[in-house]
């Protein structure tokens, strides 16, 4: 079942910005005719301290990207940004580094083993949070180093690139080519490089034709000899970077594109995840409150009874993440102990898993390693839920139609692998997207929810799902709140086998109605608010 599925002469540069040092060639910025003139030249060079006169009223530097950003395998842990800080200073009245991560005391959006789409599921929100006037993109090296569908990086790198100038129309955008890879046993490595290097100049042409304010920034200067290890510059490449990078700023500068202040359209808001089943950490039967953060790390609070009743214990951390975006985290039991595990589902569809032990307050965590290779299905369409009853989350594929493909979980890939159950509902005219998996009746086997703009629910009870059993319609089961469809979730908060229905706010509160058999039986008890929440726009990052 499971499996992997796995762009381009360089334009010739309209300019260079003139080498820093050492003849370098700091900083290429890709279109138009006057660069035929100025390859046949010799580049002009100055001291770092000689650098041309310019001065803007503000900077506000969004440095972007994976572990090089954040400034991995160099002395002080900065990277490039501290050497680069320091050669802007003079340029700009007021001079800030900004990003929600902060390292030795400076802001960033530099995440350790980060992809391109993990910036990419991110960037709006960092953005409209930073309102940053120059953004430095360095990203792709854990792509192409990994060979994560390598020939479709470009593809990524310009989805990316697009979300960041249609957010912030007015944002000088930076994008650098990647430095060399190290890895000396396997040339096909730095062979990826070079072909996604040879991408990024033409799609910075390509928006510069459009009018956006996007340069490239060449990082041919940085040799194998700079680097600390396989993929990360020493100090030496770090300082070859912020060359690189400085050079590209004072080009924008000296050509205008700097504006003082850039408008950044609001971000969409943040829905939780879909794929994720029953989320309950320490096996007492009842779904806990947990709240994933950006970068995968995880606060759990365990439901005692909840705001009615004996409260909520805080574990603090239950999970340090992964060098993955919180984007990808989904929770399942995997291993029938009854303990939701810590998954990565990628947008292949392909799943990283981690058992849960009692995480990080207690026994830790036991690295499964891949759990699913992909169906050939996005992992946008992906759920995980027990069909069968036998106590581990099974391998769902939801259709846009709301059609149904099943692989029953017999340990996944690392254990006696998945039984291909094929298509076990053909839909009921609902979008997948409002497809939802609980177990409504307390059989142990999640049942097809259907969920309507106004927080309504008709079910279809498994009874083996098409081909082994069928399903029973039970019809509408809830008539809703009156509240958006979006904000209801599913989950056993009172430990009785059967998901209750929950209402997931913004602020990320939670109201619960507990299930004495819904509409068609004994209907449901209000229990009001369960749970006050943990901060403002937080709703998006909550599992329970």
Do not use: C
């Amino acid at each position: 079942m499971m499996r992997r599925t796995h762009a381009r002469r360089r334009h010739a540069a309209r300019f260079l910005v003139p080498a820093l040092a050492t003849s370098l060639v700091a900083g290429v910025f890709v279109a138009g005719p006057a660069v035929a003139a100025a390859s046949t030249a010799p580049a002009a060079t100055a001291s770092p301290n000689a650098a041309p006169a310019w001065k803007v009223p503000r900077l506000k530097v969004m440095p972007l990207g994976d572990s090089i950003t954040r400034g991995a395998g160099s002395s002080t842990g900065s990277g490039y940004r501290a050497e680069l800080r320091s050669r802007l200073a003079a340029h700009a009245d007021n001079l800030q580094f900004v990003g929600s991560v902060q390292t030795n005391g400076q802001n960033h959006e530099g995440h350790s083993g980060w992809m391109i789409d993990d910036l990419s599921d991110n960037i709006e929100h960092w953005l409209a949070d930073a309102k940053p006037n120059v953004v430095l993109l360095d990203i792709g090296t854990n792509d192409i180093d990994r060979d994560f569908h390598a020939d479709e990086a470009p593809a990524r790198l310009t989805d990316l690139v697009d979300r960041i100038t249609t957010a912030a129309p007015d944002v000088t955008l930076l994008v650098s080519s990647l430095v060399p890879n190290g890895t000396k046993d396997d040339p096909s490595r730095q062979q990826r490089v070079e072909r996604y290097n040879k991408f990024v100049p033409q799609l910075v042409e390509e928006r510069r034709k459009k009018g956006l304010h996007v340069g490239y920034v060449d990082m041919g200067a940085v040799t194998k000899d700079d680097l600390v290890d396989n993929l990360h510059p020493n100090d030496a490449g770090y300082v070859k970077m912020a060359e690189a990078f400085y050079g590209g700023i004072a080009r924008a500068a000296a050509d205008g594109w700097v504006r003082e202040s850039v408008d950044v359209k609001p971000a969409p808001p943040v829905s939780a995840p879909l794929g994720d089943s029953t989320v309950d950490i320490n096996g007492d039967g009842k779904a806990d409150y947990l709240v994933v953060e950006d970068d995968g790390l995880v606060r759990a609070w365990l439901n005692n009874g909840g705001d009615t009743g004996n409260g909520w214990k805080s574990l603090g951390q239950f999970a340090g993440g992964v060098m993955a975006s919180g984007s990808k985290v989904r929770f399942a039991d995997i291993d029938g102990d009854g303990r939701a595990d810590y998954l990565i589902l990628e947008k292949d569809g392909s799943v990283r898993a981690w058992l849960n032990n009692g995480g990080d307050s207690g026994n830790g965590w036991k690295k499964y390693g891949q759990f699913a290779g992909g169906t050939g299905a996005p992992g946008s369409k992906v759920r995980f839920a027990d069909i069968n009853g036998d106590g581990k989350a099974d391998y769902l594929v939801v259709d846009d139609n709301g059609a149904v493909r099943a692989w029953i979980n017999n340990g996944g890939d690392q254990g006696n692998g998945w039984t291909s159950y094929g298509q076990i509902a053909t839909g009921v005219g609902m979008p997948g997207s409002k497809v939802r998996f609980a177990d409504i009746d307390g059989d142990r086997r999640a049942d097809y929810l259907a969920v309507d703009d106004n927080g309504g629910v008709r079910a279809w009870a498994n009874d083996g799902g098409d081909g082994h059993g069928g399903w029973i319609n039970y019809g509408r089961v809830a008539t809703g709140t009156g509240d958006s469809g979006d904000l209801v979730r599913f989950a056993d908060v009172n430990g009785d086998g059967k998901a209750d229905y929950l209402m997931v706010d913004a602020d990320g509160a939670v109201r619960a109605w507990i299930n004495n058999g819904g509409d068609k039986g004994n209907g449901w008890i209000k229990w009001g608010q369960i749970a006050t929440g943990t901060g403002r726009s937080s709703g998006g990052k909550v599992r329970i």
